[in-house]
């Protein structure tokens, strides 16, 4: 205790001692009661309040109390040393009692000496001739707002009187910072405009948009010490053109035709929305009642004639078609058996197609030197084929029929059956659209280039989406016997569709929809996509989440806690994602990192003009999850603008340490170029990156050439996270005549067909796949049965799920088909069932000759 308090202790301890035996005396009593402060105890007329120190100003902390014959401060338990005191005395005219007065300045170094351990507090107590008081305490805390925001605002097209939602969270301050918002660079007042809503989370929502709410927002974030203001997010409202009520119908004209009509104006198209669709104007035949035209004489009676000849003539043409095509089906029933096709063996033959070019190129891999281990079954494609023989015998070679286009197996009379290869009937536009009006696919994209669709039974197929990574197979008997269902694949927009994110979690895949919701399936089907994690799982817990009918997302899985009896289940694999569900939905994989080590796999892309004929020429660095639809999504993009890719792509591991991704250009020839970025280098806020939810996220770097004939450039290009990976491109090109191999198609090379329904959508032949199953499901006492083929293709970890199953070969064989689809080595599965020693299984040789 400082010197100057010592005379002080005798009268507490006095005073302590005073108190202990009114305790004793009286009892419990006296320790619920609650009593009044003596008249000559010091109360406080001004106690310290909490304060904040902005930027260097030291902050005074005042105390006032009486009757008061001393106050000292004290500061997170030590008393402040005496000379640090203002004192000033004075007394009350009214009572006629001291009152004394204190004063303390607080420095930010006082307080930074203890930051982090716990809070900077001040505490002042005052004594009397009769007791000693405490005032509250007082927290001194340093004032700081940063200065990027942890989610800013997207810009947005939406159509009139539609809700919109523009997020917002401002960035970490102390004290906490307010919100406002801004439309125009004028603040949005809710209260005068009761349109506007903005949300105890600082989210601001327009309840019906209208064209007057067209305008660039603006969150802006302020405390005590500074004032912030996000991007803005441009929001357009737009108006979808409708029709007029049809006109009234004309007068009959000479043609015996009338007309009415209708106009786009109820509403006009207006800032970018849709004209309207459907006919403007539309006819029709007059009856001839009211055709001013007549019809008689000799000349019309002969036209009446000629007009009845040539309808008996087409009639009789009709009647013989039908007789030669009732013929030619009773001749095609008695050579095709029913479905027991599918399960008698048959000798494949040479498939020659009806046209040049329609076999795809990737189909020729599928010949393996070895081809006397596997049947390789017929490739049936979309197009309209035939080959020679039938389904029914090894050795009768006699007779020919087409596969045509239509459902996999058409009902013929007397239960034949004839086998077809799937195709969707009718437009990709119509197929998407009557999923659209459903009330459950309000969301699903109206245009067809990222959807995938095909009509399958109990056959199976296989939907993929070139050039993305994702694909649904449906393995056979997963549709059930008698049902065709119509089935598609789409992948979703980022900004049609916000996953709820919190903390630490991201988005590390795309949002794959599968369809339709509700169709009855016998078995799994599997759902392959990429994911951007990092090839450390012990650093995540990554969950599978589905969209229920409602809207919400729900968890379904949690990876590594999988169980069998749940409808889905998932492999992890270094870049792609197997989803197991026997529900179709919208799935994407969502991870939340357990530690700082944890990283996410970014794709960095260079792109720059295809042409240059001004001074400035631009390099734009984009950094997007490493997935292949991103990808795909950025180079068309790029396709439109005219870009081209000038380096390779390169991957970097994006931690989640809170802080942002930096770029800077470097080493430029200061004699022909020079740099038009004023700051040292641009950053990308880390939330911007981490959350997963942007799309296009990239910088832009403008160049200028000191004269135009200067086409050589020659830089050094960086990226890095602070205190993380990096990575750095040596750039060096002829700006107008660069012929390396680097364009819009680097990535773009998956030629897959969209939808193979049938035999073709797999590597196994339907027949051998049976063998293998029958051969394998069977637990044998030696161990030669499914688990050893699950050993062979290291897939041991999954041999719970496999073993919940009616049929593990099946699913393991839907896996191995999955895996290897464009690579697969049949022979590889072949010498498996050798080492297996289940040879017997493939009973079915075709020579080099026929492969």
Not at 359 to 371: G, K, L, M, T, Y
Not at 445 to 474: A, C, H, K, Q
Not at 491 to 496: F, G, I, P
Request: proline share 6%; charged share 20%.
């Amino acid at each position: 205790m400082p010197l100057h308090l010592r005379p002080f202790v005798r009268w507490r301890c006095s005073i302590v001692l005073a108190s202990l035996l009114f305790s004793c005396a009286g009892g419990e009593h006296a320790a619920t009661v609650t009593h009044p402060l003596p008249a000559g105890f010091p109360h406080f007329l001004v106690e310290p309040d909490d304060v904040y120190i902005v930027k260097n100003k030291p902050v005074t902390l005042t105390c006032r109390s009486t009757p008061a014959t001393q106050i000292y401060f004290k500061c997170n338990g030590e008393w402040v040393h005496q000379d640090d005191h203002l004192i000033e005395r004075t007394v009350d005219p009214a009572t006629g009692l001291p009152v004394m007065q204190v004063k303390i300045d607080i420095s930010r170094q006082q307080v930074e000496k203890i930051f982090g351990l716990e809070d900077f507090w001040c505490q002042c107590v005052a004594w009397s001739t009769t007791g000693t008081q405490k005032s509250q305490k007082a927290y001194v805390r340093i004032a700081y707002l940063r200065k990027n925001f942890e989610e800013e605002p997207l810009g947005k097209e939406v159509a009139l009187d539609q809700e919109v939602l523009l997020r917002c969270h401002p960035p970490e301050g102390v004290p906490t910072a307010e919100v406002e918002w801004q439309r125009n660079e004028e603040l949005i007042d809710p209260k005068a405009d009761p349109n506007f809503f903005i949300t105890v989370d600082h989210n601001l929502i327009i309840k019906q948009a209208r064209l007057a709410d067209t305008g660039n927002y603006t969150c802006v974030a302020k405390n005590i010490v500074a004032r912030r203001k996000s991007s803005s997010a441009a929001v357009i409202v737009y108006v979808d053109g409708g029709w007029s009520e049809w006109s009234k119908w004309s007068a009959c004209g000479t043609d015996c035709t009338m007309w009415r009509s209708r106009e786009c104006t109820q509403p006009a198209p207006g800032t970018g929305g849709k004209s309207c669709q459907g006919l403007d104007l539309q006819s029709l035949n007059c009856t001839s009642e009211q055709c001013p035209q007549t019809v008689s004489g000799a000349e019309d009676v002969a036209l009446y004639v000629g007009i009845v000849a040539v309808a008996l003539c087409l009639t009789l043409l009709l009647v013989v078609l039908v007789l030669v095509y009732r013929r030619k089906k009773a001749g095609l029933d008695a050579d095709v058996a029913d479905s027991s096709i599918l399960t008698t063996g048959f000798q494949p033959m040479g498939i020659k197609p009806t046209k040049p070019g329609v076999w795809a190129p990737h189909r020729a891999s599928r010949c393996i030197e070895n081809s006397h281990l596997l049947t390789i079954q017929p490739d049936l494609t979309t197009t309209t084929t035939s080959y020679q023989g039938t389904l029914r015998s090894r050795h009768d070679m006699a007779q020919k029929f087409s596969v045509s286009n239509g459902p996999l197996l058409e009902p013929l009379p007397n239960g034949s059956q004839t086998l077809h290869n799937g195709k969707l009937p009718g437009e990709p536009g119509d197929f998407v659209s009557r999923l659209a009006s459903q009330s459950y696919f309000k969301t699903l994209p109206r245009d067809t280039v990222n959807t995938s669709y095909g009509t399958f039974n109990f056959l199976g197929g296989r939907l993929t989406l070139p050039n993305t990574g994702i694909s649904l197979l449906i393995p056979p008997e997963a549709i059930p016997r008698g049902k065709i269902y119509e089935i598609y694949l789409t992948v979703q927009r980022k900004e049609d569709l916000r996953l709820p994110l919190a903390g630490c979690q991201t988005l590390m895949s795309p949002v794959i929809s599968c369809g339709p919701p509700g169709v009855v399936l016998t078995r799994p089907v599997i759902i392959s996509m990429d994911h951007c994690s990092d090839a450390c799982p012990e650093n995540w817990a990554i969950r599978l989440k589905k969209q229920s009918y409602e809207g919400t997302w729900e968890d379904v899985l949690l990876l590594g806690e999988e169980l069998v009896s749940e409808p889905y289940y998932c492999q992890l694999e270094a870049e792609t994602c197997r989803v197991f569900t026997e529900q179709l939905g919208r799935f994407a994989l969502v991870g939340e990192s357990l530690s700082m080590a944890a990283a996410k796999r970014l794709k960095l892309l260079l792109f720059a003009p295809a042409y240059c004929s001004t001074l400035e020429y631009t390099i734009r660095v984009y950094c997007t999850d490493d997935t292949q639809d991103l990808i795909k999504e950025v180079m068309q993009m790029e396709a439109q603008l005219g870009g081209r890719l000038i380096d390779e792509p390169h991957v970097l591991l994006f931690k989640d340490s809170y802080h942002n991704l930096r770029l800077s250009i470097h080493d430029l020839p200061q004699a022909h170029w020079r740099s038009k970025l004023l700051t040292g280098y641009q950053e990308i806020p880390f939330y911007h990156i981490w959350s997963g939810s942007q799309r296009y996220l990239h910088c832009t770097f403008t160049l200028e050439r000191l004269s135009v004939s200067t086409c050589e450039l020659s830089c050094t290009l960086c990226v890095w996270q602070v205190e993380g990976e990096g990575q750095s491109f040596s750039l060096d090109f002829n700006i107008s005549k660069d012929n390396r191999p680097l364009d819009s198609d680097f990535l773009l090379v998956d030629n897959s067909t969209p939808a193979l329904a049938g035999p073709s959508a797999f590597q196994i032949p339907y027949l051998i796949r049976q063998k293998i199953c029958s051969s394998l499901d069977a637990p044998c006492p030696n161990g030669s049965d499914w688990r050893l083929l699950a050993q062979r293709l290291k897939l041991e970890r999954h041999m719970s799920f496999f073993a919940s199953k009616a049929s593990p070969t099946s699913v393991i064989l839907d896996l191995w088909e999955v895996q290897h689809f464009h690579s697969g080595n049949l022979n590889q599965l072949a010498a498996v069932m050798a080492e297996i020693g289940k040879q017997e299984a493939m009973i079915f040789l075709v020579s080099d000759g026929e492969c």
